[in-house]
């Protein structure tokens, strides 16, 4: 089992900044694809970015690439997005998912991650 706690989401103004946090636990990640979906009220869970725990290669859906920057720090298990130039938009409950290397394929299916973090609520006003 992983267990994942999201925290950093907030309320920002258009154009602003947030940098979201994903405390891993329970499992060795090296072997992991870890990432942020995002989840908006009516809509379906949509893929925001992936990394692989061990080579940090990563991948971004093409609304947020150039804004948005998703890393992380080994010796803390922790994930990261960094949102930038923020729009209304990307309002949105974010998720941390994880699951074992995900084929490249396949990252942006949510159905293909086994564990979920709770959500930490983004709103970004105009």
């Known amino acids: 089992q992983v267990q994942l706690v999201e925290s950093g989401g907030g309320l920002v103004q258009a154009g602003g900044s947030l940098r979201l946090s994903c405390a891993a636990s329970?499992?060795?990640?090296?072997?992991?694809?870890m990432g942020w979906f995002r989840q908006a009220p009516g809509k379906d869970r949509e893929f925001v970015a992936i990394?692989?725990?061990?080579?940090?290669?990563?991948y971004y859906t093409d609304s947020v690439k150039g804004r948005f920057t998703i890393s992380r720090d080994t010796a803390k298990n922790t994930l990261y997005l960094q949102m930038n130039i923020l729009k209304p938009e990307d309002t949105a409950v974010y998720f941390c998912?994880?699951?074992?290397?995900?084929?490249?394929?396949?990252?942006?299916?949510?159905?293909?991650?086994?564990?979920w973090g709770q959500g930490t609520q983004v709103t970004v006003s105009s």
């Open positions: 998912a994880a699951a074992v290397l995900v084929p490249t394929k396949k990252i942006m299916d949510a159905r293909n991650y086994d564990y």
């Open positions: 329970g499992r060795t990640l090296s072997s992991y694809t």
């Open positions: 990394i692989r725990w061990s080579s940090g290669s990563n």
